[in-house]
């Protein structure tokens, strides 16, 4: 299985991205999928996640209201948009996906490659 995620860039503060996150060969429909980042010298956090159809979804509070994780199940696509972005935003961003959702955020079953975001002040 593997997890691809794309999209990341320099933006200003303020400024948007959104990344994406390609499966295969997993039908990306039948998991939980969420979106984590690690900033240089710092711990993996957890950002958002979202159910099998979309119809759940948690985020962390420094997500909350700024980002909003979506799914395209017919495309086997999960999606990060990020809005308002700050310098502390800057981080690898990774996409992960688990056949079951449990209370811990990070008990993911694959995890993909990252792509860098950075945000400037």
């Known amino acids: 299985v593997q997890l691809q995620a794309s999209g990341g860039g320099l933006v200003q503060t303020g400024g948007f991205l959104t990344l994406s996150c390609a499966a295969s060969?997993?039908?990306?429909?039948?998991?939980?999928a969420g979106w984590f980042r690690q900033a240089p010298g710092k711990e993996r956090e957890f950002v958002a996640r979202?159910?099998?159809?979309?119809?759940?979804?948690v985020y962390s509070d420094s997500a909350k209201g700024r980002f909003t994780i979506s799914r395209d199940n017919d495309k086997n696509m999960v999606y990060l948009r990020m809005n308002g972005l700050k310098p502390e935003d800057t981080a690898v961003y990774f996409c992960?996906?688990?056949?079951?959702?449990?209370?811990?955020?990070?008990?993911?079953?694959?995890w993909g490659k990252g792509t860098q975001v950075t945000v400037s002040s």
């Open positions: 979202i159910s099998w159809k979309g119809g759940s979804t």
């Open positions: 060969p997993l039908t990306f429909g039948n998991w939980a």
């Open positions: 992960a996906a688990s056949e079951i959702i449990t209370a811990d955020y990070y008990d993911m079953d694959y």
